[in-house]
């Protein structure tokens, strides 16, 4: 069976500092990956998807960026934090783009 | 990329059945209608899904208007652990799915 896992679970950080978010996939090849962004009491908000390694598309303008360097590995970066940048982070995937997305555990993150 | 509509909450009693609905009116012929929910502090996931016909599952039942520009999710019998944020996504062969702000549904004891 399939697994999708992320790390780390909760994070503080200051303002200006890096940030390196990780989601992993197991048990399935070559899935559709994206990161989400949920804002206290907000809906999710698509910030990045892929479709195969090194293919990454950008659905809103902001300071974070995203990579795949392998099939079923997906990172969020940012290379200087703000305030705004808090919220929940969710990664997911699918096998195929409008099947059924399957949703990784989050990460909180706190910028300060 | 094809809107829904839902209200912004719901109440429901625990042990009574729930109605949430759902607008679509721009639906295009190839769009799936997807529902997800999200638990408090944790990740949305997968309810059911239509395209045509009404569905069941053991999570919750489906009900498709035939012009297909509404459709209602129906909890057969609420308990408390249903309370969650309920999320009415169109999607398609090549669309993402793009998920709103959802019905907060509420379940009283």
């Known amino acids: 069976s399939q697994t999708i896992h992320q790390w780390p679970a909760t994070l503080v950080q200051p303002v200006g500092s890096p940030l390196s978010l990780e989601c992993t996939v197991e048990?399935?090849?070559?899935?559709?990956l994206y990161w989400y962004r949920q804002a206290a009491g907000r809906g999710l908000q698509l910030l990045f998807y892929?479709?195969?390694?090194?293919?990454i598309s950008s659905e809103v303008p902001q300071n974070l960026s995203a990579s795949r360097p392998q099939d079923r590995q997906f990172i969020l970066s940012s290379k200087k934090l703000l305030l705004s940048d808090s919220g929940f982070y969710l990664c997911a995937w699918d096998p195929r783009l409008g099947e059924t997305q399957y949703f990784g555990p989050g990460t909180r993150l706190l910028v300060l | 990329d094809a809107k829904t509509t839902q209200p912004n909450s719901m109440e429901s009693n625990e042990e009574e059945p729930v109605h949430l609905p759902c607008n679509h009116s721009t639906i295009s012929g190839t769009d799936y209608i997807h529902w997800y929910r999200q638990l408090p502090s944790q990740g949305p996931e997968y309810v059911i899904h239509?395209?045509?016909s009404n569905v069941n599952n053991r999570m919750a039942s489906l009900a498709i208007a035939e012009d297909r520009k509404s459709s209602t999710l129906i909890l057969h019998r609420a308990t408390l652990r249903d309370a969650a944020v309920y999320y009415c996504i169109l999607g398609g062969a090549t669309n993402k799915l793009i998920f709103g702000t959802g019905t907060l549904l509420a379940v009283q004891p």
């Open positions: 048990g399935t090849s070559n899935p559709n």
């Open positions: 892929s479709v195969g390694i090194g293919q």
């Open positions: 239509g395209l045509t």
